[in-house]
């Protein structure tokens, strides 16, 4: 049984005041809840103030980047050890707009994928196709390769450390979120992939959350599918009132 997991990333937003209210918020609604885990990716600069607030509660704190080497004159970057002492149990790796607007290659979500699990972090692999590459019928190609690139020769002792996430780059921010049917179908792919990497039984047991316009009117049809083991909200995570709607949409779902 894969435990429900809802992650806030809330990318490049807020102030070291409303960050810390926010996750002061989250902190109050969700930090007793059982039946799934909450996780926030706050910036680096409120990461501090964000595990103070969550600290005694169930709510796990991630970061959104790394750079995947350990340390040295990388001007700007942030290293896995550096994350792992602020209290960071996840790092997302290959999100889109890393992607997109930073170059990052497969190869480079490959070697954050293994500094993150160096450092003790557990890594959130996110992939997803373009609407471009959808309508020339490539989506589930370019699935198919950011997940075999970034966990080739990995072995499967580290998969239960693993989290996948399936963000198609057209539903992220565009309020047009994939059907439950079309998320679960990718889903499936995913999951062969992963059972093809690491076995049948690790295979399973790797969490494969949705993400790309997740509101709490739409959360529970998309938790409702077998393969969807959670969410990774973007605008609604910013707001503690949905994201806490979200996160009790998995409870209704899985229960
Ligand atoms: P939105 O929920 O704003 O579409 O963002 C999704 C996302 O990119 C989460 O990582």
């Known amino acids: 049984m894969r435990q429900p997991l809802i992650a806030g990333n809330w990318k490049m937003h807020g102030t070291r005041d409303s960050c810390r209210a926010l996750a002061s918020a989250i902190a109050g609604d969700l930090g007793t809840l059982q039946e799934a885990e909450v996780a926030i990716f706050p910036p680096y600069p409120s990461l501090p103030e964000a595990a103070d607030a969550i600290r005694g509660t169930g709510i796990a704190l991630g970061a959104q980047d790394l750079h995947p080497e350990a340390e040295g004159a990388f001007t700007g970057a942030v290293s896995g050890s550096l994350l792992r002492s602020f209290d960071c149990r996840y790092v997302l790796a290959g999100h889109s707009e890393r992607r997109r607007l930073f170059g990052e290659t497969d190869d480079a979500v490959k070697r954050k994928i293994s500094r993150a699990l160096a450092s003790d972090l557990k890594p959130v692999l996110c992939v997803g196709e373009s609407s471009e590459q959808r309508e020339a019928g490539d989506g589930e190609e370019i699935v198919h390769k950011q997940v075999r690139i970034a966990l080739a020769g990995m072995d499967s002792s580290v998969a239960t450390r693993l989290v996948l996430a399936y ?8 309020g047009r979120p994939a059907t439950p049917e079309v998320a679960a179908e990718m889903h499936a792919l995913i ?5 093809k990497f690491f076995g049948m039984t690790e295979g ?3 969490r494969i959350l949705y993400g790309g316009s997740v ?3 739409n959360a529970g049809g998309l938790l409702g599918q077998e393969e969807i083991d959670g969410l990774l909200v973007g605008g609604a995570s910013l707001d503690a009132a949905s994201f806490s709607a979200i996160a009790r949409a998995a409870v209704g779902a899985y229960s």
């Open 204 to 206: 399973s047991e790797i």
């Open 167 to 174: 963000e198609p780059v057209w539903a992220i921010g565009s």
């Open 215 to 217: 509101t709490p009117e």
């Open 191 to 195: 999951r062969d992939d992963l059972r």
